[in-house]
């Protein structure tokens, strides 16, 4: 079993930045780690990504450049760098767990974070 905690949400204004947390517990030890966004009335959409053991990152093509996923194993935290934040990034942001490698669908993670709402002021 894992459990998630997400943290860092808020509201910032377009262009700007936000760091989220998400804290594991339990047996996090060789899980991939995922970070998902849902907006209001959409799916539920890949962001990114991070392997366990070689840091192996993932993004989608719409935060390549402007968010960062990294881990600190030895906190069991893994973190979302956003930065140059658009109002299009508005959405609840949920970290994710699985075995093994990373994914890019929702339904290969099967531990999830309650999630952290952003949201992005034009």
């Known amino acids: 079993q894992v459990q998630l905690v997400e943290y860092g949400g808020g509201l910032v204004p377009a262009g700007g930045s936000l760091r989220l947390s998400c804290a594991a517990s339990?047996?996090?030890?060789?899980?991939?780690m995922g970070w998902f966004r849902q907006a209001p009335g959409k799916e539920r959409e890949f962001v990114a990504a991070?392997?366990?053991?070689?840091?192996?990152?993932y993004y989608t093509d719409s935060v390549k450049g402007r968010f960062t996923i990294s881990r600190d194993n030895a906190k069991n935290t893994v973190y979302l760098q956003m930065h140059s934040l658009k109002p299009e990034d508005t959405a609840v942001y949920f970290c994710?767990?699985?075995?093994?490698?990373?994914?890019?669908?929702?339904?290969?993670?099967?531990?999830w974070g309650q999630g952290t709402r952003v949201t992005v002021s034009s």
């Open positions: 339990g047996r996090p030890l060789g899980h991939a």
């Open positions: 994710a767990a699985r075995e093994g490698l990373p994914t890019t669908t929702s339904w290969g993670y099967k531990y």
């Open positions: 991070i392997s366990w053991s070689l840091g192996g990152t």
